[in-house]
């Protein structure tokens, strides 16, 4: 993780989700790949994809595949999950995938990964939920053998595989980083990860940055070791009003999903967030000034190394998210970075 002084840099996060009814998957994947490429002639650092299943919004479900689409047209910018839900696969078919995927990308690829929580993932995919972490920590063991070793064999509570070659692999494993946020999960990434996945969706990423510094102190390892990544929500328009009303739809709906899918089917479903009751503070929404200042004071509460934001919320246009970004790169990212450094 960066320390005061560290200097941060910046990526997107998307989840090729449209907010329904829905257009056309084409246009719309292709806007997204368009809104990737610009970033990287914009001096973004990186791009980062989520995953989630079985939903009429059209979440991304096959991050690894649109991970080496991305690698092919793109020469810089870091490739990455964030996350990849590792309970619900296989995990030699992530090894697989993950070291093509690093492959094609020359090196630039992060697997991040996370356990994942909606029910009815899990049980339509054939993996049972309570057994998230140990399935979590094998399926870790369990790449990072292939990624080191060339070798599939393995025997735990979860998975067993016979003893086989494993390739083709990457001189060098691509780094495996964990999202967390309940203490047992921070010190199982603390213990496992090659760097941190944090949201700022809660609230609260100071404590949470305090947590990781805690459990990688438990166990012997540096700051430095582990980058710290943070991710939320973030929108720049000259105006702050405008910037707002843009994004407020998108937002309440984005978290009124998250809240549904979070709820188990024999508990009652949560009410529909409405924009009008959206706690702004918690998200990086307004003109360069607002959001730049947004972004400093999180970074001396919580010192990221890397800020990532949802570039294209559910029902933002093509042309509002290069707007932002565009706006994001010539005034709010230098003023950061430059306050980051001083």
Request: glycine residues 8%.
């Amino acid at each position: 993780m960066a320390d005061d002084g560290a200097v941060p840099n910046f990526g997107l996060w998307y989840d090729f989700r449209q907010r329904p009814p829905l257009d056309d998957y084409a246009r719309f994947y292709d806007e997204c790949f368009e809104e990737i490429e610009e970033s990287e002639r914009l001096g973004f650092a990186g791009v980062w994809l989520s995953e989630h299943h079985f939903v009429d919004d059209g979440y991304l479900p096959s991050p690894l595949i649109v991970a080496a689409a991305l690698a092919a047209r793109t020469e810089r910018i870091t490739v990455g999950t964030n996350v990849l839900l590792l309970p619900m696969h296989h995990p030699l078919r992530v090894a697989e995938d993950a070291a093509v995927v690093d492959l094609v990308s020359g090196g630039r690829f992060v697997l991040g990964v996370g356990q994942g929580y909606v029910q009815h993932e899990f049980e339509t995919l054939g993996f049972n939920r309570k057994y998230r972490p140990s399935l979590f920590e094998e399926g870790i063991e369990v790449i990072r053998r292939a990624f080191e070793k060339g070798r599939t064999g393995y025997e735990g509570k979860r998975w067993r595989f016979e003893d086989l070659p494993f390739e083709p692999r990457p001189q060098r494993p691509p780094p495996i980083y964990i999202g967390a946020y309940a203490d047992p999960a921070i010190d199982r990434a603390a213990r496992l990860a090659d760097g941190f996945l944090a949201s700022t969706g809660g609230g609260a990423l100071a404590d949470t940055y305090r947590r990781v510094r805690d459990a990688l102190a438990r166990h012997g390892r540096a700051d430095e070791e582990v980058p710290f990544v943070a991710s939320g929500v973030l929108y720049v328009h000259e105006d702050s009003e405008r910037a707002r009303a843009d994004v407020a739809p998108a937002i309440s709906y984005q978290r009124s999903r998250y809240a549904e899918w979070g709820t188990d089917r024999e508990k009652p479903k949560p009410a529909p967030i409405q924009p009008e009751d959206l706690p702004w503070e918690r998200y990086l929404v307004g003109n360069p000034d607002e959001v730049a200042e947004g972004l400093i004071s999180l970074h001396k509460e919580a010192p990221y190394d890397h800020f990532c934001y949802w570039a294209r919320l559910p029902g933002i246009t093509h042309q509002q998210a290069l707007r932002s970004m565009r706006l994001f790169a010539s005034e709010v990212a230098p003023r950061v970075r430059g306050a980051a450094g001083t």
